[in-house]
């Protein structure tokens, strides 16, 4: 098990927490009382807890504004594969990138084919359509999505009304008394602009109006425990920071420097109310809990970046999401909680949030199942993590997005990671190098440009490079449809309604012989039918091939519209339900550059 993960100084030590905390969410060891000032309380344990564990380190000191420079990162893939990892957890990535000009793609192209899994984040750019990155189909990409724990810190106003929030603050309130309360926006400094104040930028508050009194923020653009550090320094004694209509109902909990709680949106909108029907508005912040059990849970991060896949939009990404919002972890001694510079506290453990908290959560179970099943390929591991995912919340419910609106795989990927299924998926959809190589012909690149991208391969025996053999296109172009994925996509159906068939194919990992059914939820103003509709497998590691065919339906379709559905392939016993989500767009000719997304 290994990370790629970032810090500055020009030494291997972790000076920033982000690859401590990576690391042991993926394969810490069992620590009895790991808590964050004292808060979520227990036992700790990454996903592989006895795993033998590698770092890697690859961001710098900026250089030109960059941090992370690519021949770092492939340089770390190199020593990954010489080192013999199983598993690769790389919480880093950019804007999304033509696969030929990202590091991180060539990099976990040459580690895939030397059979290591690589999982990376999605990114932290939602909500906004289209934000994806780590896009490449031998990547495992994972979005955040929350867990069934809070830490509840309430706001109770002066008109008796109660308000949720969440927070770490360890500061409680001086003295159980009412505060007044104002808006960040009433306390403008003379030389800072109405946008610079909402959001509590540095500099941007006037000290005579916000001494002694709680201070509501608006979350956006700079560090949210940094508008603390600016309330405070202003003479503020708390902080109410709330979501713009973006980010919904998602509430994190920071390790702030004075009394908070961050609520939702429409708390805010709430409290904004309240504060302009009174001349004197107060409240009091209480000091935060550990609560368990919270619904609903999981809902989709605001900030986990979303699909469509803006380089190849035939392949669903992200691919599956996992815990990474307040997650508790190993942290840096180098670096203060909020890892900002005035922050002079130092913790053991640390919550964060983040796709860099989501990524080595399914690094971590991969571990596991290559543990499990030595023999599998890191497409194998894949599908079984994608095909065993669930879709609905604790309460039973479709997942929801942090406006707690019916989330898509277009947030989720397959859907929220269950460990204990992915064991056991029944079926794999498996692939290797040559089906990626047969990808990328599909996309285009000539056999010269994919050698480039091949480059040379490191000799296991001395770490010497020799040539790559040339790959050869085939004469007749694959179709990047049919490349061997979990999830199926079909983004340039045709509105005539002619057909468009693709084709997987699956290999039975489960006992035998075996025979599974197919149900298909076809997505909305799209008919979609499997051939055959029954595969029998008579031995373990058999394949079978099957068809999928869409269909346009006329008049019960929105053109440019993407919309989902679901395959499932079920064994008699009703043991296995291998589910793959279907995704489906039927072309808009006259409007080709715009895209909407349904949630029917």
């Known amino acids: 098990m290994a990370t790629v993960g970032q810090a500055n100084p020009a030494s291997t030590r972790d000076s920033d927490g982000h690859g401590t905390h990576t690391l042991s969410t993926a394969a810490g060891r069992f620590v009895p009382g790991a808590n964050l000032f004292g808060y979520g309380n227990g036992t700790a344990k990454g996903g592989a807890p006895r795993a033998h564990v590698a770092a890697y380190k690859v961001c710098w000191r900026p250089v030109n504004g960059s941090e992370c420079f690519d021949a770092d990162i492939i340089a770390a893939f190199d020593a990954a594969i010489h080192d013999g990892v199983d598993v690769l957890s790389v919480s880093l990535g950019g804007a999304p990138a033509e696969y030929f000009n990202d590091g ?11 059979g290591v899994t690589v999982v990376c984040s999605a990114g932290n750019s ?19 999505s929350t867990v069934d724990r809070e830490f509840p810190a309430y706001l109770d106003l002066g008109n008796k009304k109660r308000i949720k929030g969440q927070s770490l603050s360890p500061v409680p309130l001086p003295a159980n008394k009412h505060y007044r309360l104002i808006s960040s926006e009433e306390a403008k400094a003379a030389n800072a602009t109405v946008a610079e104040a909402q959001l509590c930028i540095e500099g941007s508050l006037d000290r005579t109006k916000v001494e002694g009194k709680i201070v509501m923020c608006m979350r956006g653009k700079n560090a949210r425990v940094e508008k603390g550090e600016t309330v405070h320094r202003a003479g503020g004694v708390g902080l109410v920071l709330a979501n713009d209509e973006s980010t919904g109902n998602e509430m994190i909990a920071d390790a702030h420097v004075l009394p908070a709680t961050h609520v939702t949106y429409s708390d805010g909108v709430a409290l904004l109310a309240y504060m302009n029907s009174t001349r004197f508005a107060s409240g009091y912040i209480t000091v935060p809990s550990t609560a368990l059990e919270t619904k609903p849970a999981p809902f989709m991060a605001a900030f986990s970046s979303q699909g469509p896949n803006t380089v190849t939009p035939q392949i669903l990404k992200p691919d599956i999401t996992a815990p990474g919002v307040s997650i508790l972890a190993a942290f840096t001694g180098l670096a203060g909680p909020t890892g900002l510079a005035f922050d002079s506290r130092r913790v053991l453990f ?22 499990l099943h030595p023999d599998w390929s890191p497409a194998a591991i894949k599908s079984a993590i994608m095909t065993t995912a669930r879709v609905r919340d604790n309460m039973k419910k479709p997942m929801s997005n942090s406006s707690f609106l019916r989330a898509t795989p277009f947030g989720y990927g397959a859907g929220h990671v269950q460990p204990n299924r992915a064991a056991d998926p029944g079926l794999v959809y498996d692939m290797g190098a040559a089906d990626y190589l047969h990808f990328l012909c599909a996309l285009g690149y000539n056999s010269s440009v994919i050698d480039t991208f091949m480059g040379a391969q490191p000799d296991d025996s001395d770490g010497q490079r020799t040539p790559t053999p040339q790959h050869a296109c085939p004469a007749t172009p694959p179709v990047v449809e049919d490349l061997n994925y979990p999830s199926v996509t079909v983004p340039h159906l045709s509105p005539t309604g002619e057909p468009r068939t693709v084709t997987r194919r699956v290999r039975n990992v489960g006992a035998a ?13 799209v008919s979609v039918s499997v051939r055959p509709s029954r595969l029998e497998f008579a031995a373990a590691g ?18 440019g519209e993407y919309v989902f559905g679901r395959m499932v392939w079920s064994d008699g016993a009703g043991r296995h339900r291998v589910r793959s989500p279907v995704v489906a767009r039927v072309a808009d000719h006259s409007r080709t550059h715009k895209t909407s997304v349904s949630v029917a």
Request: a positive charge.
């Open 104 to 114: 991180v793609a060539i990099g976990s192209f040459h580690a895939v084919r030397n």
């Open 126 to 144: 939602g909500p906004g359509a289209g934000t994806v990155s780590n896009t490449a189909p031998w990547l495992v990409t994972v979005g955040a």
């Open 350 to 371: 640390n919550s964060e949030s983040g796709t860099s908290m989501s990524c080595p959560h399914v690094a971590g179970i991969a571990g596991l199942l290559k543990a």
């Open 513 to 525: 012989p075996a025979a599974y059914d197919v149900r298909v939820d076809a997505p909305r103003g």
């Open 542 to 559: 058999e394949e079978k091939k099957f068809a999928v065919t869409f269909r346009a339906r006329k008049g019960s379709f929105l053109p």
